[in-house]
């Protein structure tokens, strides 16, 4: 399984970018699947940006969840027959300078991440 990160890239504060993750291989049933966006700052940890649940979920497929440092300012979208993920966004701040990765997952597991693409907002 692999997950494939892009649209990261350089922008002034208040600009907006399209981060797409492209998931391929071995993955059966992907609506059943969670996915993510996370970020990692320098020196910080990784931290949840949004999720959108797969069909296994309680909250039932396509439920959405906002860090609050981002709300308002961030969707996440998922499309499964391309297997895809898309996480847009604008009003970019210097605070959302990171590495963002996407993850999938399965309620029991397993779970999976790309290997990020680097965001740099510039004040």
């Known amino acids: 399984v692999q997950l494939q990160a892009s649209g990261g890239g350089s922008v002034q504060a208040g600009g907006s970018l399209r981060l797409s993750c492209a998931a391929s291989?071995?993955?059966?049933?992907?609506?059943?699947?969670?996915m993510g966006w996370y970020r990692q700052a320098p020196g910080k940890q990784r931290e949840l940006v949004a999720a959108?649940?797969?069909?296994?979920?309680?909250?039932?497929?396509?439920?959405?969840v906002y860090a609050e440092s981002v709300k308002g300012r961030v969707t996440v979208s998922r499309d499964n027959a391309k297997k895809m993920m898309d996480l847009r966004m604008s009003s970019l701040e210097p605070e959302d300078t990171a590495v963002y990765y996407c993850?999938?997952?399965?309620?029991?597991?397993?779970?999976?991440w790309g290997q990020g693409t680097l965001v740099t907002v510039s004040s």
């Open positions: 959108v649940t797969g069909s296994e979920s309680t909250n039932g497929s396509g439920s959405t």
């Open positions: 993850n999938i997952r399965r309620m029991a597991g397993p779970e999976y």
């Open positions: 291989g071995s993955i059966f049933f992907f609506d059943l699947w969670d």
